[in-house]
């Protein structure tokens, strides 16, 4: 287990509440927000890989969008990726928010809901990636990687 994810739970647990949700008892924080150090190390399967490709995939001329919006603005304030909610089950990225100041990245990755022992690893890998690509392209570093999380939960068992 990672890091990020041992004080996460920790915090879950010492800091959170129990609610039942989708009949599965879990533990959870509302309105919490962390960051991830870049070099904090991830462990991905394959089908986390794949699943992370896909999603990759979903906001790709998003990702393209914010490129070029920042090529003609590198201080834009409007470079947004954002992640589909008409559909079935909503996706739990909401957006994520890229900013570029004296080459550096800062990234802010909003989600409605973030399952810390199933999904946190795809989700840090998601955004890192993406921060990589604006990076590349702009010959910057990543500063930030701020999560703004509404629920931070994982589940307990199933009721």
Do not use: W
């Amino acid at each position: 287990m990672n890091n990020v994810k041992r004080h996460l739970i920790n915090d879950i647990q010492e800091y959170g509440h129990s609610t039942i949700v989708d009949n599965k008892e879990t533990k959870e924080l509302v309105g919490f927000q962390f960051s991830v150090n870049n070099d904090e190390e991830i462990f991905l399967t394959d089908e986390d890989r794949s699943y992370i490709e896909k999603k990759i995939q979903e906001v790709r001329k998003d990702i393209d969008r914010c490129k070029v919006l920042l090529h003609k603005d590198r201080n834009s304030r409007q470079a947004i990726i954002p992640f589909l909610q008409d559909i079935k089950i909503p996706n739990c990225f909401v957006s994520i928010n890229l900013l570029i100041r004296d080459d550096e990245v800062y990234c802010f990755c909003y989600s409605r809901s973030l399952d810390v022992k199933n999904k946190l690893e795809c989700d840090i890998d998601i955004c890192r990636r993406i921060c990589s690509e604006i990076c590349e392209e702009f010959d910057a570093n990543l500063k930030l990687l701020k999560f703004i999380v509404g629920s931070l939960h994982y589940y307990a068992k199933d009721n």
